[in-house]
């Protein structure tokens, strides 16, 4: 919904919950500065419901949100916003004070790009979290262009890998540079940074830029890029390595480098070879939670299903509070049709951060699938209020509308 001061005027508001950028008088105060009319509490008058960003209303939010006022949603007579899209829109608070943070799943999402590609640039240090809570990292909007960025590369043919290492070797010319602000051509898995009309390798070696106007792939001549690192297990530049075989002395690897054998199969789609290494690690050095997490992310990719869910249980096990892991579990368990596990599963991980913005979402359907629909307005609405920009955002308000 397009905001703008002027749809304030002549409208009934009510705030439901507790604000987080203002006092409750101060946002009444602003709504009347607008020529609105601040409720005391919630009615099918009200044209505008504003949830707060702080903490819901301690009543039954299925009361607060009865079937008349969900009816009014339901036929745009009402409309529900989050507190944080008001203030913005009014632009009585500073955009840094109502922050918007993304989970992975949320990141892929605007990007649409597999959440694995998220986690995997987080583990490797080409994304930076604001902050992390029971090792699910949260993204600022900053880290949403880096990725888009990296979405970009990678799409023209750079390797993760390639890109960490080349960004490494940059480090003199873009220190304290986002991705977003760099002026990186891809040519092949090479980058190459123009500053002032030049091309730059890795290196600092300056390479032609033939036609500025002609496509990346085609606009640089330059030699192929040769990797400074000569771990045995690292793939080739033409055909991605086989590993593990009979033929490998796992003597001689260390585990980083089987784990990055086993992230460049992953990169190239050779997942039952990546899973290979997995398990190779599993068995040389113990069970950790974050491998046996990453083994259930293949073992789902590759279909196998029932071996996933029992390395996110495995996960589970050996770290209580790894919510992403808990979270996955209860996808799979959904996605099975073992919906109350599933929804045990959801609240799981609520029970040790509530504030898990995509736990809400998956817990809300898995409620509505089995007719509970009240409980899952609360799980919606939570959801809204700490995800209002999520791309899910819209499926929440539809649902609300039909509960």
Known sequence: MNLAPSILHGKRVVFIGKLGALTRKEASQIVRDHGGTPLDRISTDADLVI??????????????????????????????????ELWQKLGVVDESSSMQLYTPAMLAGLLKTPVRNIRRWYRMGLLSSKKVAHRLPYFDFEQVQNARQLTNWIARGARPADIKRQLAEFAPWVENHSLMQLDLVVDGRRL??????????????????FDQDEPAEHSAATLPFQSSNHAEPALGDDEPSSYPSASVDLQHLTRDDMLQA??????????????????????????TAEICFQ??????????????????????ELDEDFLEARANLGCVLAETGQTELAIAAFQGALSRDDRYPDVHYHLARCLDEVDQSDQAARHWIRFLQLSPQSPWAEEALDRLGRV
Request: proline share 1%.
């Open 262 to 287: 086993a992230e460049e199969l992953e990169d190239a789609g050779r997942l039952e070879q990546s899973i290979g290494w997995y398990r190779i690690i599993l068995a040389r050095y113990g069970m």
């Open 295 to 316: 083994l259930a992310e293949l073992l789902y990719r590759s279909g196998d299903t029932s071996a996933a869910r029992e390395r996110y249980y495995n996960a589970i």
């Open 192 to 209: 190459l940074l123009r500053q002032e009309g030049k091309l730059l390798g890795a290196h600092g070696q300056l390479h032609l830029d």
């Open 51 to 84: 949830i707060g960003a702080e903490e819901l209303p301690a009543e039954d939010l299925t009361e607060v949100l009865n079937e008349e006022i969900r009816n009014a949603i339901r036929l745009g007579n009402t409309s529900l916003i989050h507190e944080h």
